[in-house]
T-cell receptor
Framework: GENVEQHPSTLSVQEGDSAVIKCTYS??????FPWYKQELGKRPQLIID?????GEKKDQRIAVTLNKTAKHFSLHITETQPEDSAVYFC??????????FGQGTTLQVKP | DGGITQSPKYLFRKEGQNVTLSCEQN?????MYWYRQDPGQGLRLIYY???????QKGDIAEGYSVSREKKESFPLTVTSAQKNPTAFYLC?????????????FGQGTRLTVV
């Protein structure tokens, strides 16, 4: 069935370092890959997304890369700041375009 | 102020009772979704709806029911058949159910069975 695997489940970095979160998906027909950030007690919010016709997308300190052949995509955060601390979810579009989410990564940025 | 609203924020239910969670959106979105969030398990899809009067089961639909009588509303009923209903429930909507449209989430309802 449709599945998205996300790693690592927790990630701790020093302020200013980079953080990388990786996801793999099972449905080769998936063509939309968003990333959501959920701060403690708040709703998930979209931070960046990528479509299957693009290999990389960047928005200031965050970037996403996609390898359709290998069916994996990654989130890269550079120059991390304490306010980047949150739970991050990847997702892939499944049948009829519904979103299938990964298990989440708790990122802690230490000052 | 446009958005997607869930109510209540916290809900307590006795075992054996059904309970309904509300989700309303004024974004004119066609598609709506219900997810369940448990620690370490991400967001799991319960039900989704592409259009009024139509909805489909997600990965964990057992013990839940929905209706979509109005475009703006997609209530979720947690029935007594749901074995482990204590969780955080998130409703979302998107412009269409299809290729690459952002999903907007409500603030969630935390359901506790007492």
């Amino acid at each position: 069935g449709e599945n998205v695997e996300q790693h690592p489940s927790t990630l701790s970095v020093q302020e200013g370092d980079s953080a990388v979160i990786k996801c793999t998906y099972s449905d080769s027909a998936s063509n939309y890959f968003p990333w959501y950030k959920q701060e403690l007690g708040k709703r998930p919010q979209l931070i960046i997304d990528i479509r299957s016709n693009v290999g990389e997308k960047k928005d200031q300190r965050i970037a996403v890369t996609l390898n359709k052949t290998a069916k994996h995509f990654s989130l890269h955060i550079t120059e991390t700041q304490p306010e980047d601390s949150a739970v991050y979810f990847c997702a892939a579009s499944g049948t009829w375009g519904k979103l299938i989410f990964g298990q989440g990564t708790t990122l802690q940025v230490k000052p | 102020d446009g958005g997607i609203t869930q109510s209540p924020k916290y809900l307590f239910r006795k075992e054996g009772q059904n309970v309904t969670l509300s989700c309303e959106q004024n974004l004119n979105h066609d598609a709506m979704y219900w997810y369940r969030q448990d620690p370490g398990q991400g967001l799991r899809l319960i039900y989704y709806s592409q259009i009024v009067n139509d909805f489909q089961k997600g990965d964990i639909a057992e013990g839940y029911s929905v209706s979509r009588e109005k475009k703006e509303s997609f209530p979720l009923t947690v029935t007594s058949a749901q074995k482990n209903p204590t969780a955080f429930y998130l409703c979302a909507s998107s412009k269409v159910l299809g290729d690459g449209t952002e999903a907007f989430f409500g603030q969630g309802t935390r359901l506790t069975v007492v």
